[in-house]
């Protein structure tokens, strides 16, 4: 009996030892994020579509709240986003501007190739392509944040990846850059 008692006192013991061994051990390998870089990942898209060069937001997010990178990356978010990040970062609304904005792009299908097999659509993390199966597939560009997933995905290689020209359609007026100045 006693050796029973023993034996659970030194179990106990090791898992106390353990548990606040652990303990130290996260706290002294917790990743630190600056509090600019939590406020920049809660206004990115969250679309994780790399275009901005990063694997995903919450890298952006501390590249920029680092100084690493610019405020302009995120295609998605466009100009508005951009200007919230300076905001945060508090730099002057013109520069987040500065320096070479990836082109946006947005997915487009050349349905003469299409076979309707609906990979595209699986993949499409803003499900922006319309179509049934084995019928064709097109893409709602207005929407799409130009990752450029269902380009892998799809098997006939039907998918291009083209720049979003500047129309009257597209010109973001509220953000134009007199409302800059
Ligand atoms: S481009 Fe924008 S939405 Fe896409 S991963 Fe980068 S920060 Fe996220
Ligand atoms: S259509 Fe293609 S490029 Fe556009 S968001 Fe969907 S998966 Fe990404
Ligand atoms: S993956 Fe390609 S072939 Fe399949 S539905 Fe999409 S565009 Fe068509």
Redesign the pocket.
């Given at each position: 009996m006693l050796q029973l008692v023993i034996g659970i006192v030194i179990f106990a013991a090791v898992g106390a030892v353990a548990g606040v061994f652990l303990s130290w051990l996260s706290g002294k390998f917790r990743v630190q994020e600056s509090p600019a870089a939590d406020r920049i990942y809660e206004i990115l898209p969250h679309t994780e579509c790399g275009q901005c060069g990063h694997p995903g937001c919450r890298p952006y997010a501390n590249a920029v709240a680092d100084g690493k990178d610019a405020c302009n990356k995120c295609i998605p978010g466009g100009r508005e986003t951009a200007l919230e990040i300076a905001k945060i970062m508090g730099i002057d609304p013109a520069e987040a501007e500065t320096g070479e904005a990836p082109a946006p792009g947005a997915a487009f299908?050349d349905e003469s190739?299409?076979?309707?097999?609906?990979?595209?659509?699986t993949v499409c993390p803003v499900d922006c392509?319309v179509?049934a199966s084995r019928m064709?597939?097109t893409v709602i560009r207005k929407d799409c944040t130009g990752c450029g997933k269902?380009v892998k995905?799809?098997?006939?290689e039907?998918?291009i990846m083209d720049e979003i020209k500047e129309s009257p359609e597209s010109w973001d007026y509220e953000f134009s850059e007199e409302s800059l100045r």
């Open positions: 299908i190739r299409c076979i309707g097999c609906g990979k595209c659509q392509i179509g064709k597939h269902c995905a799809c098997p006939t039907c998918i």
